[in-house]
């Protein structure tokens, strides 16, 4: 089966950077999709971004303009850089990944145990 474990996150200050981690195990061939979420406390599950097999990538409002993912297929590994944080991207990210790529998360097969990120 599909495994995705995250990594990168911790405490950071804002305007400062985090890049995350989301390394893929297992029978990634059919999975033309992954993405990433966050989720506030006490708060609904947000799009952070998606990146499709053709490398095109797509950003949720909230963050576009200071992250970018990208994937390196030799290392089956998905990365979310960070930039210009801010208080409000503190949250749990998690790494998703799926056959298509939408901002619901139901259409996700896959998903990571989360990597916290707490910005002050």
């Known amino acids: 089966d599909v495994q995705l474990v995250e990594s990168g996150g911790g405490s950071e200050q804002a305007e400062g950077s985090l890049r995350l981690s989301c390394a893929a195990s297992g029978p990634t061939r059919p999975l033309y999709c992954m993405a990433w979420f ?10 952070v971004a998606y990146w499709y097999t053709d490398n095109s990538t797509r950003y949720g409002g909230s963050v576009k303009g200071r992250v970018t993912t990208y994937r390196d297929d030799a290392k089956k590994t998905l990365y979310l850089q960070m930039n210009s944080l801010k208080p409000e991207d503190t949250a749990m ?10 901002w619901e998360p139901r259409w996700y097969n896959y998903w990571g145990q989360g990597t916290q990120v707490t910005v002050s």
């Open 93 to 102: 990210y998690y790494c998703a990944a799926g056959t298509r790529c939408t």
């Open 38 to 47: 966050r989720q506030a406390s006490g708060k609904e599950r947000e799009e």
